[in-house]
């Protein structure tokens, strides 16, 4: 789980799944939300997840929290007259779509065409759902549906710059396996050991944070080829300066007995 904010993306929990507990990512990912306790200085939380994660008892409970969240949806979901939302999207047409933009953490811009509604959700309660795709004549096989519970003032172009936000978790995945290389260490069965191999590079990547990362602009952030490479240069420093005394203090020796 990622705290973001501007461009910036911090590890604060992490877990190892057992794929032999049905539900576990669910289990965990709602201990996680659970334990969660935001800056001082936070005046709102949003959740933004992909629809694997979007379980009733994980929305109930941001709901509860008073957060707000933004989740890809499963088509299997009903309204409250029954209606499965890939039935309403199947039959929504073409022009009910609209052009939005959205924009990335790093300040892209991308377009989707989207329809907007307000409806009531099984489990939910009175939801914004929208149904977004790249092309205007994409077919309903090519729609996402996403579904919030901001306020209903909230624009559609705020609602889709908050689910790119989720693209952090991806990026950060990427960076962890190209330059820390999780899940790469050489470990027996044992399940502890499989945890930690899993857990130190995450360990590691907050190390980094937390040695360097104010170092870079707030408004680029910090990639973890950035923090590395700014521990390396530390690293040879200061090996240059272990050397460089030690021949110093040699060379002082030598003049001492000429």
């Known amino acids: 789980m990622l705290a973001q904010w501007g461009c910036h993306r911090v590890p604060v929990r992490a877990a190892v799944v057992d794929p032999q507990i049905p539900g576990h990512q669910n289990l965990l990912f709602r201990q996680m939300l659970q334990d969660f306790v935001p800056p001082t200085w936070v005046k709102e939380v949003v959740v933004e997840a992909a629809a694997a994660f979007a379980a009733k008892a994980t929305l109930k409970l941001i709901a509860e929290q008073g957060w707000g969240y933004v989740f890809g949806l499963a088509r299997t979901w009903k309204l409250a007259d029954g209606t499965h939302l890939r039935d309403v999207a199947r ?70 710059s908050h689910y790119h936000r989720r693209w952090g978790v991806e990026v950060a995945f990427k960076e962890l396996k190209s330059g820390l290389h999780l899940g790469q260490m050489q470990v027996t069965k044992e399940t502890q050991r499989v945890e930690r191999g899993l857990l130190l590079p995450i360990l590691a990547y907050l190390l980094l944070l937390r040695l360097y990362g104010r170092e870079f602009s707030p408004e680029h952030g910090a990639s973890l080829w950035q923090l590395k490479r700014r521990f390396t240069e530390e690293i040879y420093q200061e090996q240059y300066n272990r050397s460089e005394h030690r021949w110093r203090k040699k060379l002082d020796q030598y003049r001492a007995a000429a």
Do not use: M
Request: charged fraction near 25%.
């Open 91 to 160: 039959h929504t047409t073409h022009g009910c779509y609209h052009r939005y933009v959205a924009h990335k953490p790093d300040g892209r811009r991308k377009c989707y065409w989207v329809f907007r509604r307000t409806a009531y959700v099984r489990h939910l309660g009175h939801v914004t759902i929208l149904f977004s795709k790249r092309r205007r004549n994409d077919g309903p096989q090519r729609i996402k549906l996403i579904v919030t519970n901001l306020a209903e003032a909230t624009t559609t172009g705020t609602i889709l």
